[in-house]
RNA sequence: CGGGAAGUAGCGCAGCCUGGUAGCGCACAUCGCUGGGGGUGAUGGGGUCGGAGGUUCGAAUCCUCUCUUCCCGACCA
């Protein structure tokens, strides 16, 4: 991609409704523009990302026996009374009559209507279980939005939905999901620790929350620091379980359970929550199967979440600097900016092209700075919009043979030939497009 | 929902107190000089000052109402 006929509207002014510095950038590289309270249009950089996280979701998601549907944005009030929450929700539910004057509304979650769909077709406990997820947008009318795309009125999450014949057969798909959570986060750059949840207005028994590590999070984290150090190919759910971890005000320094050394203390953002809430929706919405006595049994349901619009704020809280993001290469927008400095100059002209084509035949994406501008401007857009590796080429290293390899997640330039960056570029291991 | 603040050019802001033909920086357009970190000179375009009503000879400025946005708190799968 042309960066001239792309359309990423950088900015410099920090604009003056941006708090938080992942909603600055955000807005600064051009990722999104707020339409109204709580609700952004996403522009192609932010886009992109949005596409990258909900990729890594879904393959997560997939790979742990998930199966994906697609529930409507709008939904009628009738599930919603039969499950009672249609009082309960209050007014964070955005209610609305279509033209007949039928109670509607834009779905805040989706457990009514899933369950729905569940008890419509399965009956025998031969069928189960079952686990079924959808990425679709969420409308819940925050008293007070705020922090961008971090807590949004409007947005995007993959939810999911197991469904068992018994308790036990639940904890396994509960843990299932714990396993995929791990493995999701991780495969987006980031640090997940887990923390037993309170339930909440959910109800249920067990419940796990997922926090990412970004000095800049909302909430304090004490956990145990081998929480850290997670194996993706040796998860094991239970083993993780069992580490101490708790929230702010969750943490009782007299009967913490482990030792000062073990305990470490960091920020944190919530990215994914997991329940495991028995027969209470099954029971009300009618969510059963027969058992092998023939006998009719309240199927066990868990829900999981996980906010993907969320974490493209929190992926930017745990990765800038002063100079703007610095995006880890599985939710790049980009995996190469190719910076042309002197776009008149017929030499860095023709290598520019040359290494453009070289790439963009890989199964790298790239992004071509062909824009006739000042240097300082391309570099620090280059900069601030993320892309973790720029191939600078200018007139004068280039009658060396030269260009400049930048990696932007530590800012570290080498100074190379344009084969050895292609050769370097070509040969990284990447598992996400 | 309680408390606070702000709406003036695409973005960031000044002007308002003390009423008299709307200004700055960035961005944008044209031309020139530059050319390895937001370079520079000249010229130029763009705003019914959030909206409605009122006071006044005259309102961005004073008064009333209203809409929107943001911040602190409470709230929050």
């Known amino acids: 991609m042309k960066f001239s006929s792309f359309f990423i509207p950088t900015l410099k002014n920090i604009p003056a409704e941006a708090e938080i510095i992942s909603h600055q950038l955000m807005i600064r590289a051009g990722m999104i523009k707020q339409a109204s309270a709580g609700i952004y249009s996403w522009l192609p ?49 955005l209610r609305i009559q279509d033209r007949s004057g039928r109670e509607m509304l834009y779905g805040p979650t989706n457990e009514e209507l899933i369950t729905d769909i569940f008890q419509s077709y399965i009956t025998s406990y031969k069928d189960l279980p079952k686990n079924l997820y959808h990425i679709q947008w969420k409308f819940r009318d925050e008293v007070r939005p705020r922090f961008g795309v971090m807590r949004g ?21 509960y843990n299932k999901m714990f396993t995929a959570y791990i493995k999701t986060f991780l495969r987006m750059g980031l640090t997940p620790i887990s923390l037993r949840a309170e339930t909440g207005s959910i109800g249920g028994n067990l419940s796990h929350e997922f926090q990412i590590l970004a000095k800049t999070g909302e909430s304090t984290l004490y956990y145990d620091k081998d929480l850290e150090k997670i194996d993706p190919e040796t998860i094991n759910p239970d083993k993780l379980q069992s580490y101490y971890a708790a929230v702010d005000g969750l943490h009782d320094e007299k009967n ?36 092998n006595k023939g006998k009719k049994t309240a199927v066990h349901m868990g829900s999981y979440g996980i906010g993907i619009s969320r974490l493209v704020g929190a992926i930017i809280e745990a990765f800038h600097d002063d100079k703007g993001i610095k995006w880890p290469i599985s939710v790049a927008p980009f995996h190469v900016s190719l ?38 401007k391309k570099l620090s857009d280059n900069d601030l919009i993320g892309i973790p590796y720029q ?24 100074k190379i030939s344009p084969e050895e960056a292609l050769n370097f570029l070509l040969e990284q291991t990447l598992t996400d497009f």
Not at 81 to 91: M, V
Not at 344 to 371: F, G, Q
Request: hydrophobic share 35%.
């Open 339 to 376: 910076i042309n400095l002197m776009i008149d100059d017929k030499a860095c002209a023709k290598m520019s092209n040359i290494m453009y084509e070289k790439i963009s035949n890989s199964k790298l994406d790239v992004l071509y700075d062909d824009r006739d501008c000042s240097i300082g």
């Open 153 to 173: 009125r409007e947005f995007l999450m993959k939810d999911n939905y197991s469904f068992d014949l018994t308790e036990e057969d639940s904890k396994i798909s």
């Open 45 to 93: 950089l932010g886009l992109k990302v949005l596409k990258k996280i909900e990729h890594i979701v879904r393959d997560e998601q997939n790979k742990a026996g998930a199966i994906e549907v697609l529930m409507p944005t709008i939904q009628s009030a009738d599930l919603w009374i039969k499950s009672g929450r249609y009082e309960d929700y209050g007014k964070e539910m």
């Open 256 to 291: 913490c359970p482990i030792s000062k050394e073990q305990l470490k203390i960091s920020k944190g953002i919530e990215v994914g929550h997991i329940f495991y809430f028995g027969t209470k929706y099954s029971e009300k919405l009618s969510a059963f199967v027969q058992n």
């Open 391 to 414: 191939v600078i080429i200018g007139k004068r290293d280039l009658k060396d043979n030269i260009v400049q390899l930048k990696n932007r997640l530590n800012n570290e330039t080498k």
